[in-house]
């Protein structure tokens, strides 16, 4: 028996990298998992036919985290095709990069829609639906905590709004049960950031450890907080960044 059979999580942005992992940890620890994608129909079909070939449960939901209406919509669907929702996890995101001279009112209209304005709606829908036990984890960034270089003060921007979100949310929810927490990762071996890149080895050399993390090494944290060992873990940030934050 896995620690997530019986729940029913929906995953934001889970077709690839990061997001794909957390599914399919998910759903290997029991859960039934719905999966928003925006504009890869077929990898969202291999994400869940991998997990349907192990045995698992996943359905995957076309939703542009750009539109409000669209982000309400899927929570409401997984939640009636999957018979209730007990975990959301906040992962669609992007990586504007460039200086503040660069960055253009668009670049921030749209990062802010993704990383602030649809967690804030995907969480409002989320409620509804969840009881006592209920898990919100938002995917937040080591960046955070600290910028190394320049280009990345928009990003950094946006992710920090998760911190304070997630304290309120901590209070707001706690009287019913329902925890909430931000899982912040270091570099992380995907296709928006690979461990073989030109950058590759200036990141590497700022961790403690000397190398990237994998999307595993994200995953499972997410399904520690999404289970019962995660009960009393609420309100916080746990970083996954091979100390580059030490």
Do not use: W
């Amino acid at each position: 028996m896995g620690s997530l059979d019986g729940k029913v999580a929906l995953v934001t942005g889970g077709s690839r990298g990061i997001g794909a992992a957390i599914v399919g940890r998910l759903a290997a620890e029991g859960a039934a998992v719905a999966f928003t994608y925006n504009a890869s129909p077929d990898r969202a079909k291999e994400v869940v036919r991998g997990v349907e070939e192990a045995g698992g449960k996943a359905i995957a939901i076309q939703a542009d985290a750009t539109d409000p209406q669209a982000v309400t919509s899927a929570v409401d669907q997984a939640a009636a095709e999957l018979g209730g929702l007990d975990i959301l996890v906040n992962n669609a995101g992007i990586f504007p990069y460039g200086s503040i001279e660069e960055l253009t009112l668009d670049d921030y209209e749209n990062t802010m829609a993704i990383h602030v304005r649809a967690v804030f709606v995907a969480v409002k829908a989320a409620v509804r639906h969840m009881g006592e036990g209920g898990r919100i984890i938002s995917i937040g960034s080591s960046l955070v905590e600290r910028v190394p270089g320049p280009g990345i003060s928009l990003y950094s921007m946006s992710k920090s709004s998760l911190v304070g979100f997630t304290k309120g949310l901590a209070r707001d929810l706690g009287p019913r049960g329902i925890t909430a927490t931000v899982v912040h990762p270091g570099s992380t071996d995907t296709e928006m950031n690979p461990a073989d890149s030109e950058e590759a080895e200036a990141e590497r050399a700022v961790t403690a450890l000397g190398r990237y993390g994998t999307t595993a090494d994200i995953a499972a944290t997410v399904a520690h907080l999404a289970g019962p060992a995660g009960a009393y873990i609420t309100g916080t940030s746990i970083t996954v960044d091979g100390g580059v934050t030490a």
